[in-house]
């Protein structure tokens, strides 16, 4: 097994508890510059005036970016609903900027409307990253706009809410799936899912948080010792993903059915009603 590298903290909080944003431009490795100048173009370009900002979140703005290894993720905010925005650019965008530029992994291009960002009445992951994790690039920064966030069980809620779907359809891709490209990507996809639902697990007693894979890995180890060995390869499966799809699919029927069965007993206790998003936390929980 490949050595697994201490790599990651938890977010930075106020004296009152409050998350606070962990990126800055200042802290962008230069050589990614070109590559997010580039990415921002194209948004210019096939946006125009329906384009209203763009972010770029992860490790990157949080200098932790790692040549060749981390992605580029980035995020524009449009006027229009994205729904009636023709889109059909993305894939050949993303592929002539993989192809061009060697210090990322990968592009990512997405887009939200600027009406469901400024909908901050519960709890909405998009909105949280950009208050917390993502540097703005081009035009009006939200930041302003959004309310500040706790480490609590409304973060712990968004990452196991959709746990047990989101396991289940790993699966499904991952059947009879032959494409190594996809499985793949199907692995590294569900296994962040999985470590970061562990830390989510604990969250509502660390009142801590942090999308980083090896402190979340290690904390939900402190209190799941018996699970250490397969949150492990969990994280080992993340950082370097398999294409062997039986390998996978037998980890999420035993260590998925285990991670399911605990979000299942953390939504009893915390969200009983079982509400997809829930209200923003103003106090301590």
Known sequence: MTTIKNIGR?????????????????KINPEYLKVIDEVTKYYQTHLGVELHSVYVRGSIPRGLGIRGVSDLDTIAITK?????????WVGKAEQDLNKRFNCI?????SFYHMDDMLDTSTFSIIPFMIKTHSVCVYGEDL???????KADKTIGNEHLFNLKNQ???????????????DVLDCCGWIMKIIVRAGLALVIAEE??????LFPAYEVFSSYYPDKEPDMKQALQYAIHPVANANEIIDFLDDMGNWMISESEKWLQVHNPT??????ICRTNS
């Open 10 to 26: 938890f977010c930075p909080t106020d004296d009152n508890g409050y998350i606070l944003k962990d990126s800055s431009f200042n």
């Open 80 to 88: 229009k609903d994205p729904n009636d925005i023709d889109l059909k």
């Open 105 to 109: 992994n990968g592009v990512e291009f």
């Open 143 to 149: 930041n302003g706009h959004l309310p500040n966030y």
């Open 167 to 181: 396991i289940k359809q790993a699966k499904e891709d991952l059947d009879g799936n032959d494409d190594m490209d």
């Open 207 to 212: 009142n801590k948080y942090t999308r980083d």
């Open 274 to 279: 079982k509400v997809s998003h829930m209200e």
